[in-house]
């Protein structure tokens, strides 16, 4: 198989890491043997050679059939999932469902820088906001690759769940979960879900995205 990241980006990539990452950090792919799952091949390649490229990020491949317990402890309910964790810390609340290509890639990036830092650049309102929640909360953030807004939607979700320990921050792929993207009514992308209860479309401001949350976490 080819690679999928070119030489150039994998140089450039080499130039962030070793900038940017601090501490050592865990990427997390949760496969299956099932043949219907179009890029888990693809993605435990491309979480492969990003793994490679610096010796901070530590690269864990998991069967979703075949490790149940672990798939349990990442919160991972389909496939493919990859996550990131800090280094050591079984913790699903940065998750990409289906395969981070396209526009979501450069998000994954950030993760990892963020995550290897331990903060979130956000603003101080939302911080704030964010910071009171204390019962769980999953925002789902349904995306396709070739929609150039949607990473800011999925790098809002991943910070927020970053700083706080109750909120799980999820990145759906719209096209490669279908049937579910259909159920909750995906017609157009960034389609942001909070706790199954809070809707709304586009890539707003993290103050205004912090108050959605807010809006879900009063709605408990």
Do not use: W
């Amino acid at each position: 198989m080819a690679n999928l990241i070119r030489k150039e980006d994998r140089e450039y990539l080499k130039g962030e890491f070793d900038k940017y990452l601090k501490n050592d950090v865990d990427l997390v792919v949760f496969t299956s043997n099932d043949e219907n799952c179009r890029y888990c091949k693809e993605t435990v390649q491309l979480a492969t050679e990003v793994s490679e490229i610096n010796p901070k990020i530590h690269l864990k491949v998991y069967n979703f059939d075949e490790d149940k317990e672990m798939a349990k402890k990442y919160g991972v309910e389909k496939y493919p999932a990859t996550i990131v964790s800090k280094a050591g810390v079984e913790d699903g609340r940065i998750v990409y469902y289906g395969l981070p290509s396209g526009y979501e890639f450069g998000s994954l990036i950030e993760d990892l820088k963020n995550v290897s830092i331990g903060e979130a650049d956000v603003s101080s309102k939302a911080a704030e906001l964010i910071s009171k929640i204390d019962k769980p909360i999953t925002i789902k953030v349904y995306v396709t690759p070739t929609c150039p807004y949607c990473p800011r939607a999925v790098g809002t979700a991943h910070k927020f769940a970053l700083l706080n320990p109750n909120i799980k921050g999820e990145m759906i792929e719209a096209l490669e979960f279908e049937n579910e993207a259909e159920e909750v009514g995906v017609s157009s992308v960034p389609h942001i879900v909070i706790n199954n209860d809070v809707t709304f479309i586009g890539a707003y401001p993290d103050d205004q995205f912090a108050e959605y949350v807010m809006e879900a976490y009063d709605h408990q």
